[in-house]
């Protein structure tokens, strides 16, 4: 497995595979790696005939009192756990190679940044959005893979890719949980044992919000309602947002009978966590 940190090498290296024929299937990651990133892999191997996974924690979709800083870098580790996936390339640059002084251009998706995440997070997504386009340009992808698990960055890098004209696939892997339902997240090793029981509630509450739309409810207010009242049932989730929308538009819908997105954030302590569930379409 080759490491690469120098983005001039990485677009050698993606050349050179793809003159020889190679379909390259790309992984971005900000590390501490996971089987929810794990599995991306996997399915990664299952679909190009190279994988590339990048390594960047990423400065520009954080915000000035987010976890930057404190963000778990375990570079060593990720790597090991790579190399025993079969990946063949690991891009790692440093963020002075990412942004070099008088970098001025961003992308950003209007209208879509702003919702869910967006709103609580300003500015994330445009560095989301940014830096997925710099390393699309970087790697030079055909098959790019990425988390339902991150469901309005999914929304805003779909219409980043249609509306940019970007030659590649972008292809959606499901949420890898624990066995007790905990979405899998980089990070939930800054929960305590008790945060860490608290923040069930969420998946909790997702399931039941499922149950209740398996069972014929459609009314995006009735199941909203449900959604709260499990949430409240834990006082320690400091709420976010509970939102059922149009996973493309992530616009409200009203009725979810064409299928819906219900996303949910909520602190624990200090620990901001995400989750979701797609509705299928009756
Ligand atoms: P991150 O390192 O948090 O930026 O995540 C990198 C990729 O892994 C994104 O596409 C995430 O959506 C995906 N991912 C993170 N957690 C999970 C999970 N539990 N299941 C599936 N994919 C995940």
Same mark, same amino acid.
Do not use: W
């Given at each position: 497995?080759?490491?690469?940190?120098?983005?001039?090498?990485? /677009?050698?290296?993606?050349?050179?595979?793809?003159?020889?024929?190679?379909?390259?299937?790309?992984?971005?990651?900000?590390?501490?790696?996971?089987?929810?990133?794990?599995?991306?892999?996997?399915?990664?191997?299952?679909?190009?005939?190279?994988?590339?996974?990048?390594?960047?924690?990423?400065?520009? /979709?954080?915000?000035?009192?987010?976890?930057?800083? /404190?963000?778990?870098?375990?570079?060593?580790?990720?790597?090991?756990?790579?190399?025993?996936?079969?990946?063949?390339?690991?891009?790692?640059?440093?963020?002075?190679?990412?942004?070099?002084?008088?970098?001025?251009?961003? =992308?950003?998706?209007?209208?879509?940044?702003?919702?869910?995440?967006?709103?609580?997070?300003?500015?994330?997504?445009?560095?989301?959005?940014?830096?997925?386009?710099?390393?699309?340009?970087?790697?030079?992808?055909?098959?790019?893979?990425?988390?339902?698990?991150?469901?309005?960055?999914?929304?805003?890098?779909?219409?980043?890719?249609?509306?940019?004209?970007?030659?590649?696939?972008?292809?959606?892997?499901?949420? =890898?949980?624990?066995?007790?339902? *905990?979405?899998?997240?980089?990070?939930?090793?800054?929960?305590?044992?008790? /945060?860490?029981?608290?923040?069930?509630?969420?998946?909790?509450? *997702?399931?039941?919000?499922?149950?209740?739309?398996?069972?014929?409810?459609?009314?995006?207010?009735?199941?909203?309602?449900?959604?709260?009242?499990?949430?409240?049932?834990?006082?320690?989730?400091?709420?976010?947002?509970?939102?059922?929308?149009?996973?493309?538009?992530?616009?409200?819908?009203?009725?979810?009978?064409?299928?819906? *997105?219900?996303?949910?954030?909520?602190?624990?302590?200090?620990?901001?966590?995400?989750?979701?569930?797609?509705?299928?379409? *009756?």
């Amino acid at each position: 497995m080759r490491i690469i940190r120098d983005i001039r090498d990485m /677009q050698s290296a993606s050349r050179a595979a793809k003159a020889q024929g190679s379909t390259i299937c790309f992984v971005p990651t900000m590390g501490a790696l996971h089987e929810g990133h794990l599995s991306l892999v996997r399915y990664a191997r299952t679909q190009g005939t190279l994988v590339v996974v990048s390594i960047f924690v990423n400065p520009l /979709q954080f915000g000035p009192t987010e976890d930057f800083n /404190q963000y778990p870098r375990t570079l060593e580790a990720d790597c090991a756990k790579l190399e025993a996936e079969g990946v063949e390339i690991v891009f790692a640059p440093s963020p002075a190679q990412m942004y070099p002084e008088g970098a001025k251009t961003v =992308v950003y998706v209007e209208g879509l940044s702003e919702k869910l995440d967006g709103l609580s997070r300003p500015g994330h997504f445009k560095g989301v959005s940014t830096v997925v386009a710099k390393l699309f340009n970087i790697v030079k992808p055909d098959y790019a893979i990425f988390g339902q698990k991150d469901a309005a960055q999914v929304a805003v890098l779909r219409r980043m890719v249609r509306d940019l004209n970007m030659d590649l696939e972008l292809i959606v892997s499901p949420t =890898v949980r624990e066995a007790d339902g *905990l979405a899998l997240s980089s990070r939930n090793v800054y929960l305590t044992p008790e /945060q860490r029981c608290q923040a069930l509630v969420l998946h909790r509450a *997702l399931l039941k919000v499922e149950a209740e739309a398996k069972s014929g409810e459609t009314s995006a207010e009735k199941l909203r309602s449900i959604a709260l009242s499990v949430l409240a049932s834990e006082p320690a989730a400091k709420l976010d947002y509970l939102e059922i929308v149009n996973p493309d538009t992530l616009e409200p819908v009203e009725d979810t009978s064409k299928g819906a *997105l219900v996303a949910v954030a909520a602190a624990f302590g200090a620990t901001r966590l995400i989750d979701n569930v797609l509705l299928p379409k *009756l």
